[in-house]
């Protein structure tokens, strides 16, 4: 798999990639282009065949990608050829819309369990899923050999849950909290903030 | 402003310098390099040196970046100088997190008014906000002249939701629902999606 040698900043575009190759499928697309790819995505389709390429060879001068196999192969790269149980810490408004989100299965996930320490959230069902006890995570976490989170406490909490989790043996956290989370080495983080995105947007308006 | 002339993939780079600066400046840090900046944001030194002067020259060599200097200048790139009103459109659970989220503030965003046309929900409050019906949307847009949108309906009336923001004159959609929006030149979409953050990091487990 390499992870060491190609770029983290290549990595972060494949799910892109993959998004946008999943959703032609849907519509029935058999193969595309790096040029029509990038219309998409809104990436130069010089830079999509450098970043396709550092897995090998895909696409064929001329007739470009074939959709299936390199959806296959983006789903093998990322690991995400199988289903991984994810959890969720946080059972606030944004911990339910997660909960709920109908986007993840089928795309290598699956939200296995959900925590709150709110004695009056405890127990009460989300879907299928009843809301435990923050107490028992650890020993949840690692009964079931959960690596990935995603955390959508307070500000405030964000920073002792992840420590938690990690004692557990997450290596993977999704932060929704609006701050900075000290890990050590070996665990990730990515950040969700929709200021970010906003501001990307604002460059262009007048 | 140059809008045309530097790549939006350097555009997308911007916020998370900005946002990585802020927490720096938060810290009471003056200075920083390009090596300190990008191991924070997981982006090579170079990439930052090559991305930032895209918009003059700010850094010395051998000393640095003076933080707030470069903070003002990249609000200045992005048009984050001023508040920009948001409008939130769907007010389910994420509507009501986001309605809520205390990050948009001194980012340069306030949410303004938020839509739904659930008639339990028309009327209720949601802090300071009065939650109006989607039915008077278009003229409460056009008259408060709001240009970004972000929208939390489910994927079924996605479309239809952003047609009537883009005829009320939004320019700017950050889209949570799981589906592509098809939107005219002009408008931009940004997209929320828990699953490529998650699969950035599934890359990196065995």
Do not use: C
Request: charged share 20%; glycine share 8%.
């Amino acid at each position: 798999m390499n992870a060491e040698k190609v770029p983290d900043i290549i990595i972060g575009r494949l799910p892109v990639y993959l998004r946008a190759l999943q959703r032609l499928s849907e519509r029935g697309i058999q193969t595309t282009s790096s040029q029509e790819l990038g219309e998409i995505v809104g990436i130069s389709a010089a830079q999509i065949r450098k970043d396709i390429s550092q897995f090998g060879e895909f696409g064929k001068q001329g007739t470009g990608y074939a959709i299936p196999f390199l959806i296959e192969r983006l789903r093998d790269i990322m690991n995400v050829n199988k289903v991984w149980d994810v959890v969720i810490v946080g059972m606030g408004d944004m911990g339910h819309a997660l909960a709920r989100y109908n986007g993840f299965s089928e795309r290598g996930f699956r939200v296995s369990m959900v925590f709150d320490n709110d004695p009056q959230k405890i127990g009460q069902k989300v879907g299928e899923l009843e809301i435990y006890d923050i107490a028992s995570m650890t020993e949840k976490l690692k009964q079931n050999k959960i690596r990935i989170a995603m955390l959508t406490v307070p500000a405030t909490s964000a920073q002792e849950m992840a420590d938690q989790l990690i004692k557990a043996g997450v290596k993977a956290i999704l932060n929704y909290a609006p701050i900075s989370l000290n890990v050590p080495s070996g665990v990730r983080v990515q950040y969700i903030d929709p200021v970010t995105h906003l501001q990307r947007m604002t460059y262009y308006l007048d």
